[in-house]
């Protein structure tokens, strides 16, 4: 019986470290670089819809994964970056029946990357985006920002497009 318990004991353990297989541990591994992918949630978790009125405050995180399990980096630190997405530019509109998409209009005239931005309040692996307010801006709402997070140590990138509404 002694020997049964062991044999069960050693099969469990070997089954555990060969759960292990992408580094670290079964209780919380990771890597310190190596990222593939960067994914972009917004501040209620919501991955891949991303909706904000003019004006008002989104707080967007990046998490960087790596291998087909999306092991999670230890080193979570980003570069942000926005551009007006164009016109057609595809995004998801959350609508209750489903994520659907629709289609960017025609982004809004009078600004630039470089004489103003709708970035703040970063940190190591989020950013507070807040759309220009519609008085602000020449052009039509909704419009649609792209938001670019860039891995500082492995150089991959995700991006969100959020659509501002009125």
Do not use: E, K
């Not at 991303?50 to 960087?64: D, H, L, N, Q």
């Not at 092991?71 to 595809?90: E, H, L, M, R």
């Amino acid at each position: 019986m002694r020997r049964l318990v062991l044999s069960l004991l050693a099969a469990g353990s070997v089954a555990l470290l060969t759960a292990c297989g992408q580094g670290g541990t079964a209780f919380g591994g990771g890597s310190n670089g190596n990222a593939n992918r960067v994914i972009l949630t917004a501040g209620q978790g919501t991955t891949g819809v991303f909706t904000v009125r003019a004006g008002y405050p989104i707080v967007v995180s990046a998490t960087a994964v790596y291998g087909s399990q999306n092991v999670v980096s230890t080193d979570q630190n980003f570069t942000f970056a926005w551009a007006f997405a164009p016109a057609g530019t595809v995004y998801q509109n959350g609508s209750v029946s489903g994520a659907q998409q629709g289609t960017c209009a025609a982004p809004p005239t009078g600004y630039t990357p470089s004489s103003a931005t709708p970035l703040s309040n970063a940190g190591a692996n989020f950013v507070t985006v807040t759309p220009f307010p519609a008085a602000q801006i020449t052009g039509t709402i909704p419009y649609c920002i792209n938001l670019v997070a860039t891995h500082n140590i492995d150089g991959v990138q995700g991006n969100a497009v959020i659509l501002v509404t009125t």
